[in-house]
Structure formats: C-alpha cells, structure tokens
C-alpha cells in the first residue's frame, strides 16, 4: 500500500506519536506561528481525527495541512520515530482526492505536467518578463515584481535566455569516458540558474565523465507530490524514467536536492502499486547522485590543478539534500578542498530557509518570515559568499539577501568548483607564457 | 457553547488573528502530553500579547461565566491543560519575551511564554544558567514549568524550579493585577505569595511575567556509568553516595527493560545484559569534579558495580545523557499506550520503592520499564499498555494506585515534578486527608470563587 494511494498506509505511523511536542523545537512554521497546528503533532491530531471521523476533509482541513514546508526537522528530531515526511504526503494525497486542490497550485502544477506547453510559457517568459518584472539596477541579481501579486517583495531570478536543455548539446563527449553519466537538470536550473547547471558540466567533463542530457526529460514532478496532486506526480516520474532509460547511462547526476530527492525515493514510492514501473524506478534510484556526492563517492574529484579562491563562505544545507539524503559532508569537504576558500558556519545551517517550492507560493509572509530568520545567521558570519547544494533555496537566498542589503553572492557548491578549475587552468598557461 | 457575543468581545480585544474558533483549529488544544485522556474542544482558543490583553479576556470570561485554560506549549503529562468542558484556551505563547538578564544581581525576568532554553542561552552568554531542566526544557515555556513547578535532572543538587521563582506579576480571577518579590535574596514581607502560585497550575491566577534567579555556570563536569547485576545493589548504591555527602547534579538510574530499549534506539554503548545502570554527573570547580568524580568511582565499585566507567570526552558523555533523555520515548515505541507515573520517595527509600515496584508488575501481571531522577528520589514507573484493551487498563489503574499507595506509605509524595492535574486529582486525599484536600479547596475558592481559572485540576468544585 503506497503512502500515495491510502491514508490508511500511514496509520502505524500515527500510533507511534506520543504527542510529547519536541517536534516544536524545531518546526520552522511553529517557530513563527507559535499555534499548535503548525508543529507534527497539530497536524498528527487532525489527521488522527479525520481517520476517526471526528473531522471531516474540508477546505479548512487542507488548508492546515498545506501548513509544512517537508523540511523533515521533525521527523529527524523525534525520538519516537514518527515518519511525519510520510504522514504528511499521506495526508495530502488524500486531501486531492477529497478536496481538489489549492487554486494557485492547481493552475502551476497542471502547466508543470504539460512539459511542452510550460516549456513554451517559460520561454515566451524569458522573452517578455521585463512587462511584469523589473530588473534590479545595474546587477545579475534577478528582478522585482511590478505588480503586487500577493508574494511580497520577492526579488526573482531572470530567465534565462536559453533554457539549459536547449543550450547544451545531447552528449557531451569526453576523450576514454570513465563513465556516462546523465545529467537530470530540474526546473529551477533549466530556466533560472543556467549557470548552475554549466557548473555542473564543467566538473563532471573535467572529470573524465560524458555527460547526455536526455532532451525529452521534464519536471521532476516535486510540486505535485509533495501537494498530494499524485496523478501529475505520476505522470512526471513515468515520463522521466522513460527518458534516462533510453540513454544506457551509467548513473544519473542532479543539482537540485529536491529533484535528487524525487529520484531517489519519491519516483519508487509513487509506483509502489505499479509493479513495472516500480522496477524501473528502483533501477535508476540506486544510480542517482547529487553531485556532491558523485565527486566524493563515485568518481572522487581531481584535486590537483585546483586554483585559489579567495572567498569566504557559509553553506546552509537544504533539507532534501541533508534529511532527505543523508548529504552534508560531502559538500563542505568540496568546498575545503577549494584553496583559498574559507568555511564559516551558521547558527543552525540545517534549518530551513522557508522556500519549499510551492509553499512560498501559498504562505508568502510565512515563507518571509522563516527565511528572515536565515538571512539574520547568515549575516552573523561576515562571510562574502553563501553556497547551498539547491537552486530553490538559492533562489529563496538570494532574494532574502538582497532585500537585506547584504554584499553575499549565492552561489552553488558545484559553481566554485568550477571557478576553483578554472582559476587553475589561466594560471598554468599564465605561468607557461 | 460560547455566546456570538462573547467572541465578539474577544476579538474586538486581541484582533481575529488572535482568536481561534474554527474547529480544525479547536482540535489541536484539546490535548497535551499526557497519555491516555480524552480530547475536549474548547470554544474559542485565544492568543494575548500582554497583561493588559490578559485582563480584558478574564473579564469577558466572568461576565459570561467561562472557564479560562491558561496554556503553553502543552508538554505536561497531568492533562493540566486540557480543557474538562469547553471554554477559553488561553495560549501564552505569543508573550515570548524576555525582559531583562540581570548579571549583577544575578536574576531573569521573563514573559511566560518565553521557551526555557531560550532562558538558559541568554543566561549562558553571561555565564549564567537557569538549573531546572525538564525533559522538555527545549519546548515547555516558564509559565508552565512555574505553574506545575517542574524539577528534571539536575533536581538532586540544584532543586526544582520553586527554588527559583523570586517574584510574579499576575492577573487574578477577579481582573485585578498584583506584582510582588523583587531582586533581594532576601524577602519576608507578607505572606509566601510565590510559593502559593508556584505549583498552582494556573487554577489561582494568571501568570504574566516571572522573575527568577540565576547561578553561575558551573566550570567543569564529568559523567559516571556504574553497571549492576542486580538492581537492589544500584539502590543501596545511591543512598552510599549521599551518605558520603557527595551531592551530584544528577544521579540517575534505568532498569534492565529500559536499558535495552534505549540502547536499541540511541545506540549509546549501554549494556544490555545489565540489571540496572546508574548515571552521574559531578559538576563544580574543576578541582572539586575530579575529587568527586574518584569518589563516586570508588563508591560505586564498593557497593558492587560490576563495571564502572568515566566518560571520557564530550562525544561520550553526550551519548550517554542522550539515551538517558530518550528513555521514555523509547519506551512507548514498544506499545501503543505509555502512562508515566512520577511518585516520589525520600532517597533513602529508593530501594524499597523500586522493590514495590517490580512487586506490583508481578501482581497485575503488566509490563513496567523504570528509570528516573534516583537521586532525589523521584522514579519513573512507566506502564506500558494500550488503551483500547479494557481488561489491562483495569489492571493499571489499580497497579497506578498500588503506586501511590506505597509511595505515601514510604513518606513519599503523588507527584514529584508533573503536578496533579485532571490525572491525579482523585488521588489526593490520599497525601493529604480530607480536611487537607478541603483546604486546598478552600484556598481555590478564596481566590476564584467562581471557578474560572483552569477548573477540574488539582481541586474540583464540592
């Protein structure tokens, strides 16, 4: 029985809640709201209550349950061990069925699925954004809305020109590849941070990797799931593993901690009650990589021509990258290895910058809110750089960066590694001059 | 039901995002930490930001004659905050301030809805601490732990958090406001004010800013594991180390069932085949912890550990008092239901209280994991059950009772740290005799006649 099909499947995980409450310690919302329904165990009771009848789905009910940005804190922190990653999707899933879904999602997910036509929309975008978007003065730093649309005083990225998918060729070669390696890029690379995703190319071709970029790849389909919209999510992951399994890939590579996440235990979970597709999805889960982790796991990252890069930087960990994925170490023995960068770490570099994808998009002030907290630890370290391992929570970053009036660039790991191998190559032909 | 006009009242007061009726809302205030209780809604849950919001709610609720539940972040385990029937939940969360760390005199005052180790990292950036910790010291707030005087850990050396309070500021039943005690060690003007409203679980009056004292972070500490074959040996263990006037910050102990189930789940190097653990933590002047570190070794070799282990870093000592702290967690992984009793005894009666203990698992044939503050006498007995088998809860309520029993026979007490509540209210008598438990009602009704301020705990109306 998959958390995706029945409520019911999460009913051990309910029992197991003691309702002792260390589960606000650490909720990002329940910091900032301070009312039960924020914290799991709010949300353990209503779910409890609606499997007992007490309650029923109603548009109140989801509409509480859209009050958790997947951070996974509590689930980490609790010593009972409840799954509330689990329970929540669970209960979301079930809030589709019953309730429909939240309007701003429904009109974002639906064109999410679409690849085409979204492909389309993002770039009719790119070519049109300066209509609602204005650009911030003299920087690459993004834009402001122009017009309020109920998101606050978000600054956005541009779009990118090109999207990445469209700019990169399908293959990249390499002379005696040490593996083939497929490059997923997510949505938030593809057309926002194109110059993550060429980060990522860089690395892997200085490391010996071929790197494909499978054409007819799409939306990871995280907005879907983690909304309990399971049909769109299903429809993503299908169309993305038809797509690596034509490339014969030796392993798949992402960027974005969110769509490493969706590979790896999202896509398996969602055809628990498919048994073909559930193979497929085990297959490539078990060849998945974040990069990070592919540099220091599978193929360990050349040190040697390494240039000096004189920043100082702090790294906050994304929680799908770091509880999702167990990925934490890997990131900052990267940036270690950088010479000339120096690590200084944040109070709580773990918590949660609020972005959660769609969650900004439904809880804009709340979003806000937790991010402040962020930026104000942030700040704390003196630091010129903050690198993080997502393109979502750069994007959420950067604009709490920005509208704090902080010099900090934000930047991905993989884009100083880059930078570290390309100051290293102008200083051997600088020196061979 | 709450009178429209009443919610209108309350809204006018604190603003609609303060005020929480809806019942998706509701449902999450009618519980706390505390097993096996029924969920009652209240009607309205309401959110206010300072005194002054405090005295208009208390007045609305007397003119429509609706109870008030005053509330933190509802970790106590004696229902204490669950609603008996509806009325107003009063959460104090959003009054999170503290007001003042004072170093010279060495005092905090704070807002009662300020988090406890949120106090204690203020205090710690002048070298001060705040000694109580209850296992919930990361999410339970000081006007809760004032209101059911929690102890924790550290309660053998340093005491619970009556020890303290030095001043309150307060709204009482009738609307009006007293503020009393100060910044002197000394202070004997009136009657004993804090130690009446300390404890009181909210049912006296309304606390909205607490004073408390500080002490100097201690310099150093060590931690101690003594193992044993046989629990009695770790009892008598316990009253030796007094005896040789050793005071430790804590002094805990687990039996063989709670060591096995934490161990499978903080993976902390425990051992599993023992009877019993004893922990310990000196702390004091660096000088002071080793001497006292060599003595307690010594001690706990004498009366027959059979092995005795010195943590030795920080990663170590860590992991042994992240088990400890997950003790209970742990245990109510292993069934669906987890009553946590926290009967008290004088120290020296620790070996019998944990003979009566496994006595009164044999009798009613039920499964009872022990661990808890051994050093100052205030055991855990946690019955593991499951609420839905009619036939066993039978039996752990007379076992609970049995509990009690011994404990007051031993010279002990009910309740050594969670308070009464809902859940020990009809035990009373049993402390403190009838004539006692009507003074204790008599003392209720002088103050809220009316019964407005969290009634059915502690005392309940003839």
């Known amino acids: ?433 | 039901m709450l009178k429209p006009e009443a919610l209108r009242e309350l809204i006018q007061v604190l603003g609609q995002e303060n005020v929480l009726s809806e019942k998706e809302d509701l449902m999450t205030y009618a519980y706390d930490a505390t097993a096996a209780m029924k969920r009652v809604l209240p009607d309205v849950v309401v959110s206010p930001a300072n005194t002054e919001h405090v005295i208009e709610i208390v007045k609305i609720a007397n003119k429509y004659q609706i109870p008030i539940y005053p509330r933190g972040s509802g970790t106590n385990l004696s229902g204490g905050t669950i609603p008996v029937d509806n009325g107003i939940v009063m959460s104090m969360l959003n009054m999170n301030k503290i007001l003042e760390v004072d170093d010279e005199n060495l005092t905090a005052s704070v807002q009662p809805g300020v988090i406890i180790q949120d106090l204690n990292d203020a205090g710690l950036q002048h070298g001060l601490f705040y000694p109580p910790d209850p296992g919930t010291v990361t999410t339970a707030t000081m006007g809760g732990s004032v209101s059911e005087s929690s102890g924790g850990l550290r309660g053998l050396k340093y005491g619970v958090t009556k020890q303290y309070v030095m001043g309150m500021k307060l709204v009482r039943a009738n609307g009006d406001v007293i503020k009393w005690g100060g910044k002197t060690v000394k202070n004997v003007s009136g009657y004993d004010l804090t130690a009446l409203f300390t404890g009181a679980e909210g049912t006296l009056g309304i606390i909205t800013e607490i004073l408390v004292k500080l002490i100097p972070e201690p310099e150093a500490k060590k931690s101690i594991l003594g193992v044993f074959d046989d629990i009695d040996k770790a009892g008598n263990a316990i009253s030796a180390i007094i005896r040789h006037k050793v005071i430790p910050a804590t002094l805990e102990i687990m039996d063989n069932m709670t060591i096995r189930t934490v161990e499978n789940f903080a993976h902390a190097g425990l051992p599993v085949d023992a009877e019993a653990i004893l922990l310990c933590e000196v702390d004091g002047y660096k000088e002071a912890v080793e001497r006292e570190a060599t003595l307690v070794e010594r001690i706990l070799a004498e009366e027959g550990a059979t092995e005795v282990k010195l943590a030795k870093d920080d990663k170590e000592r860590d992991q042994i008092w992240f088990a400890r702290r997950n003790a209970l967690p742990a245990l109510a992984q292993l069934k669906p239901t987890t009553v946590l009793e926290d009967a008290t005894v004088p120290r020296s009666k620790i070996p019998d209280m944990l003979k009566a203990i496994r006595q009164i698992a044999t009798k009613y044939n039920l499964t009872i994991g022990t661990f808890g503050h051994a050093g100052d006498g205030n055991l855990h007995p946690t019955i593991l059950t499951d609420v839905r088998d009619t036939e066993e809860m039978v039996r752990v309520e007379q076992a609970v009772e049995e509990i009690f029993q011994v404990a007051i026979s031993l010279g002990g007490t009910l309740s050594g740290e969670h308070g009464i509540g809902m859940a020990k209210a009809k035990f009373l008598p049993l402390e403190f005799g009838e004539a006692g438990v009507k003074l204790l009602r008599d003392i209720k009704e002088a103050m809220d006649p009316n019964y407005i301020l969290n009634p059915g705990k502690m005392v309940r109306r003839d």
């Open chain 1, 1 to 433: 029985m998959s958390i995706y099909s029945s409520l019911n499947s999460i009913s051990e995980e309910l029992n197991k809640c003691m309702k002792c409450g260390n589960c606000q310690a650490v909720c990002p919302i329940y910091k900032e709201t301070r009312k039960e329904v924020g914290s799991a165990r709010g949300k353990i009771t209503l779910i409890e209550t609606l499997l007992s009848g007490e309650l029923e789905m109603t548009e109140g009910l989801a509409d509480r349950l859209s009050l958790c940005t997947t951070c996974m804190a509590c689930t980490a922190n609790c010593s009972c061990g409840v799954r509330f990653d689990k329970i929540i999707l669970a209960a979301r899933a079930e809030a589709v069925r019953q309730e429909g879904l939240h309007p701003i999602k429904k009109i974002a997910f639906t064109a999410l699925k679409m690849n085409r036509l979204f492909d389309l929309g993002m770039k009719f975008g790119s070519a049109f954004q300066g209509l609602a978007m204005k650009r911030i003065k003299g920087s690459d730093k993004g834009a402001r809305l122009r017009f309020d649309f109920g998101l606050g005083n978000k600054v956005l990225p541009n779009l990118a020109r090109k999207p990445l998918k469209d700019e990169l060729p399908e293959v990249i070669t390499v002379k005696n590849p040490k593996m083939r390696v497929a490059f997923y890029i997510g949505c938030v690379t593809n057309y926002f941070y194109t110059d993550m995703g060429r980060a990522v190319v860089e690395v892997l071709t200085e490391n010996g990797c071929e790197v494909i970029v499978p054409k007819d790849q799409g939306c990871c389909g995280t907005p879907a799931s983690v909304n309990g919209d399971v049909k769109s999510a299903q429809a993503s992951a299908r169309l993305n593993l038809l797509a690596f399994e034509k490339t014969g890939a030796d392993a798949i590579v992402s960027n974005c901690s969110s769509c490493g996440e969706s590979w790896k235990h999202v896509f398996p979970q969602l055809f628990d009650d498919d048994p073909e597709m559930k193979a497929l999805a085990d297959k490539w889960a078990a060849k998945t990589y974040d990069i990070s982790e592919f540099l220091i796991h599978k193929v360990p990252f050349k040190r040697e021509g390494l240039g000096r890069v004189e920043r100082k930087v702090t790294y906050h960990d994304p929680c799908h990258l770091n509880r999702g994925q167990g990925i934490n170490q890997e990131p900052r023995e990267i940036l270690k290895a950088i010479p000339g960068v120096e690590l200084i770490e944040m109070k709580e570099p773990g918590r949660c910058c609020g972005m959660a994808g769609s969650f900004m998009l439904v809880h804009p002030d709340l979003s806000a809110q937790i991010s402040d907290k962020k930026i104000a630890d942030i700040a704390q370290t003196h630091t010129d750089t903050v690198v993080t391992g997502c393109p979502a929570c750069r994007l959420q970053l950067a604009s709490g960066v920005e509208n704090a009036g902080l010099q900090e660039d934000v930047v991905h790991t993989i884009q100083l590694l880059a930078e570290s191998y390309k100051v290293g190559k102008k200083s051997i032909s600088a020196a061979a001059r």
